[in-house]
Each structure stands twice: as structure tokens, then as C-alpha cells.
């Protein structure tokens, strides 16, 4: 959603770089570049200004003049000040003391009400809530129908007494949403759900048909929570529609759909400033799973490029099981192999992750591989599953049965070629690699302590594993066996002290004075059998 101006943000910080101290003129020109990267982002003009007249200020005070690195400081005041315009703090729901809890969901037609509200369902219900859906739009064609099969996904049950509208679109009001409302409330405190979430009605556009009705219903059901959802692709519209629901309904939060499509969504970052309500969750993909809380610093992160790994955990923590984390944890330290078996857990566990390209862009720098996440395919988690699969369980367990025609038989059963077969296999013994450096203690590949391909460090590189340096060859060494011979001998009574070491000074390093070394007895010498006659000894 936000590429365009997390590039834009981040090819204006590159200009600081390197500099020691920053001029008038570099900062009025980075808040210029600044200013018209939100502005392209269509950013409300009013917060635009706001923004970068806080930005100025104290890029030009004494808080960046004297810091030891100006340009990095510059960067941590656009992430403040984006912190700010996003809502300054992470809003939880509040939860009324006596159960149930009624959230009341207000929006324009297709911003994505119905869906969010399977997904903010999904989500209380694995906190250990109970709530109850309730169908309370019945002006849009088969809204009831998608609300009970989307609270069906979800595993919620839903409180629906009137089929809705059931043909073509109609600016006749159908049924009572009020008293669907009201009675819903009523359901919930009878069957003890804790939480209550009314799904209303919308329109193309605000009308007064549309707020007299959510008004209304908000003072039927008295909500403890009115999250207004909208649409983060709409553009300049979105704060003029939130400045209309705020004062025909008074929401207390805003909740962001869409956030990941294409459009360059930044009049949804207006949309905090301008009402004073906070944005709560946002809506990330089609998937009821595809839903997050909305917590302001970590999204200016993801503008700036410096990525949002505290999400990523979270997401990580969800997704993964345990037991077999445990698992893993258990071979890795008793120094057992990595299998193929192994790997294709792993990368289950990872598909349970969801979309690839969403977990990698949360990493701080993917901003610059855009192109290579985007050229990502999906699929290739599943391709490696088909070819695991089609391997039994000896070759899973021992790769290197893999010859060549059973590599035609793996492929053959996968769909897929050899090339992809030998593929596997390569980044399987990278992985392998890696797991058995780390059960010896060495640490990542990658990080220090336990660096192959790096010399000088412990674990550095193939010929690591004996010796640190190769031995020193012997310069000019020669190609006839006997001159050879006689270079290793003058060679080694260097070594010792003989006569072919000849020091500056009176007194060797082996207690042997004057200027004409006495030849060594090398038979007093405890040397190898056969080794006195190659060093010349009688």
C-alpha cells in the first residue's frame, strides 16, 4: 500500500548520508522532497503541512545540531512525527464491565464491513471471547447470506431473524435494523456471548437515509465500540467520508481495509489527524486470518523501510507449533542430522506463516529488493512439498540414495523436472550444512563465531576444520627427486640449528656459539628411526 512513498522517503534519506553536518538549505531541501512524497501520496494537504512544519522545526534545532550522526537523527523525527500523524499510541478495544461487549460497525458500501466483521470475530474468539454476529444490513443484496457464511469460516454463530434484501439494489429501507440490532443485544445477554458485533448497512456515498439509520441503531444498542471501516484505496475522499461518519455517528476508532492493494492509500494515514479518533486494526488481504492489530510505530517503520520484525514475531508465534519447535530444538542439541522429513515441516510450518512476500517485506531493508519479492513466486513452497512427497522414506531420511534414476522417479511423481529435483537437494544441503553447525555450537552461517567462507574466524570455510592457515611452501622448491631431497634436508638443519642456519651473531637460538657452528651429533638426537640418515647422520 505504502511502496511508493516508503520509496520516495527513503531516496530523500540517502542524500544525507555521509554528511557531518547538515545546512539550512539541506534540510529545507529534504522537507521539500518530504512534503511532495506525501502529497503524491495523497496525504490530506492540512496534515501535510502540519507535518513537515514539525519536521523543520526540529530538524533545525539544537536536537539535530548537536547529534553525533545529523542524518540519522533527521530520520528518527520523520518516524516520531509519522508516529504521530498515525495516532501516536496503540488503542486496544475497551470492553464494557458487564458482558456483552457491543462493537457497532459503521462504513460506505464496500469497504469491506461484512468481512471485517468475520475477521475481527476470528480474532476475539482466539483470545477466548464469545461473540455473536449480528446481521443487521439489510439493504445490500445478500449481505445477510455473506455474513452467515463468512461468521460459518469463522466459527462464530450469528444472530440473523431477517433474510435481507434478496434482489437488486434499492434505496428502500427493508425490515427493521433497528430492532435486529436490538434484539441481537438482547440474544447475546440470553445465550451469555460476551461480545456483540453488529454489522449496519451502507451506501455508495454518505446520505442522510444512511446516518439516520446507523444513528439510530447506535442509540438502540447503546455500542461500547463504534469502529468506522474504511476503504484505504479511496483516496482524497476517505477524510472528507470520516469527517461524515464522525459527525452523523461519532465513531470511537478507525479501522483500515484493503491495506493491501496497489493505490497509493496515504489519505487513510489523514484520517487519525483529522478526526482525533484512532485507527484500531487493518484489514491485510482477503484471508479472515489477514487481519492485525494497527499499532502506529510499527507501520511508520514500514513506511521508513526499517521493517516490522516485532509483527513478524507475533505472526511467527501464531503460525508455528510448539511441540514440534520443541522438537527440532531437542535433535539440533543432541547433534542429530537435519532430514528431508525435517524440512518439509519446516516449511509447512512456514506456508502456515501465510503470503511469503507479506513476511518478507517486514524485514528492515526489503525496500530495495521490491522487484525480487514481487517477482516471488508463491507457489514454490508447494512445488518442494510435491517433491518431498514423491521421495520415500529411506531417501528422506538419506538423500544421498538419490541417484540419477531415482531423481527421474521423484521428478516423474512431483510433475516437475530433474533440474528442480537437484535444486532441492543443493539448498537442502545448505540447510543441512547449517543445522549441523549449529549442534556443534559454531553459531549462524552468517554470524560470527561460526562464519564458513570466512577466513580467520573459527568454522571459517571448508579447510577450516583442521587447520586454520595452510603451511608455508617451500619457495623455489624443485621438481628432481634427489635436489628435492637435499632442499629438505638443508631445510630441516635450519630448522634445528645446523650447519645450514648461520646466525648474525656469536650464540644460535639452540645455545651454539661462534662464528662457525660445530657440526651437530645427530645420533644424540631422539629422532625417528630412518630420519638421521636423510639429515646426513652416520
Known amino acids: 500500500m505504502f511502496n511508493s512513498l516508503s520509496d520516495r522517503l527513503t531516496a530523500t534519506f540517502k542524500n544525507l548520508r555521509g554528511r557531518g553536518r547538515l545546512s539550512e538549505a539541506d534540510i529545507d531541501a529534504t522537507v521539500r522532497e518530504i512534503r511532495r512524497a506525501l502529497l503524491d501520496a495523497d496525504v490530506a494537504v492540512p496534515v501535510v503541512r502540519e507535518f513537515t512544519a514539525a519536521v523543520r522545526e526540529r530538524s533545525l534545532s539544537a536536537e539535530v545540531s548537536g547529534a553525533l550522526n545529523p542524518a540519522q537523527q533527521v530520520v528518527k523525527i520523520v518516524n516520531d512525527e509519522l508516529v504521530a500523524i498515525l495516532g501516536g499510541q496503540t488503542r486496544p478495544l475497551r470492553f464494557a464491565k458487564t458482558p456483552p461487549t457491543v462493537i457497532m460497525l459503521a462504513g460506505l458500501q464496500g469497504a469491506g464491513k461484512t468481512t471485517l466483521a468475520g475477521k475481527l470475530a476470528l480474532a476475539l474468539r482466539e483470545q477466548?471471547?464469545?461473540?455473536?454476529?449480528?446481521?443487521?444490513?439489510?439493504?445490500r443484496p445478500n449481505a445477510v447470506t455473506q455474513l452467515s457464511v463468512v461468521a460459518e469460516r469463522a466459527g462464530v454463530p450469528v444472530y440473523a431473524p431477517h433474510p435481507g434484501n434478496?434482489?437488486?439494489?434499492?434505496?428502500?429501507?427493508?425490515?427493521?435494523?433497528?430492532?435486529?440490532?436490538?434484539?441481537?443485544?438482547?440474544?447475546?445477554?440470553?445465550?451469555?456471548?460476551?461480545?456483540?458485533?453488529?454489522?449496519?448497512?451502507?451506501?455508495?456515498?454518505?446520505?442522510?437515509?444512511?446516518?439516520?439509520?446507523?444513528?439510530?441503531?447506535r442509540d438502540a444498542v447503546q455500542p461500547d465500540e463504534v469502529l468506522f471501516v474504511i476503504d484505504a484505496m479511496i483516496g482524497q475522499d476517505a477524510v472528507a467520508t470520516a469527517k461524515a461518519f464522525e459527525e452523523g455517528v461519532d465513531f470511537t476508532g478507525v479501522v483500515l481495509s484493503k491495506l493491501d492493494g496497489d493505490a497509493r492509500g496515504g489519505a487513510a494515514l489523514s484520517v487519525a489527524t483529522v478526526t482525533g479518533r484512532p485507527i484500531m486494526f487493518a484489514s491485510t488481504g482477503e484471508k479472515l486470518t489477514d487481519f492485525e492489530v494497527f499499532h502506529p510505530?510499527?507501520?511508520?517503520?514500514?513506511?521508513?523501510?526499517?521493517?516490522?520484525?516485532?509483527?513478524?514475531?507475533?505472526?511467527?508465534?501464531?503460525?508455528?507449533?510448539?511441540?514440534e519447535a520443541a522438537k527440532m530444538a531437542a535433535k539440533v542439541e543432541k547433534g542429530e542430522d537435519f532430514t528431508l522429513s525435517d524440512f518439509l515441516v519446516q516449511m509447512q510450518q512456514m506456508k502456515k506463516l501465510g503470503s511469503m512476500k507479506k513476511m518478507l517485506g517486514m524485514m528492515p531493508g526489503m525496500g530495495q529488493m521490491r522487484e525480487q519479492l514481487e517477482n516471488f513466486d508463491e507457489r514454490e513452497v508447494d512445488r518442494v512439498q510435491a517433491l518431498i512427497q514423491s521421495m520415500t522414506p529411506a531417501e528422506r531420511d538419506n538423500p544421498k540414495l538419490i541417484n540419477g534414476s531415482r531423481r527421474a522417479r521423484i521428478a516423474r511423481g512431483s510433475g516437475q523436472t530433474t533440474t528442480a529435483v537437484n535444486q532441492l537437494l543443493e539448498r537442502f544441503g545448505q540447510a543441512q550444512k547449517m543445522m549441523r553447525q549449529m549442534s556443534k555450537g559454531g553459531g549462524m552461517p552468517g554470524m560470527p563465531g561460526g562464519v564458513p567462507g570466512m577466513p580467520g574466524m573459527p568454522g571459517g570455510g571448508k579447510k577450516a576444520r583442521g587447520k586454520q592457515a595452510p603451511a608455508k611452501k617451500v619457495k623455489g622448491k624443485s621438481g628432481n627427486p634427489a635436489k628435492r631431497a637435499q632442499q629438505e634436508r638443508e631445510a630441516m638443519q635450519r630448522a634445528l640449528g645446523g650447519p645450514a642456519a648461520k646466525p648474525s651473531s656469536p650464540g644460535s637460538a639452540f645455545g651454539m656459539g661462534g662464528d662457525e657452528p660445530a657440526e651437530q651429533d645427530l645420533s644424540k638426537l631422539q629422532l625417528p628411526d630412518g630420519l638421521d640418515k636423510l639429515l646426513g647422520g652416520r
Request: net charge negative.
Open 128 to 139: 477466548g471471547h464469545t461473540p455473536l454476529l449480528v446481521a443487521a444490513d439489510l439493504q
Open 166 to 217: 434478496q434482489g437488486a439494489e434499492t434505496d428502500v429501507v427493508i425490515g427493521d435494523p433497528v430492532g435486529v440490532a436490538r434484539d441481537g443485544v438482547a440474544e447475546a445477554k440470553v445465550k451469555q456471548h460476551d461480545v456483540v458485533i453488529v454489522d449496519t448497512a451502507g451506501r455508495l456515498g454518505v446520505d442522510q437515509v444512511l446516518m439516520q439509520q446507523a444513528s439510530d441503531i
Open 297 to 323: 510505530d510499527r507501520m511508520a517503520s514500514r513506511i521508513l523501510d526499517m521493517g516490522d520484525v516485532l509483527t513478524l514475531i507475533e505472526q511467527a508465534e501464531k503460525a508455528f507449533d510448539a511441540e
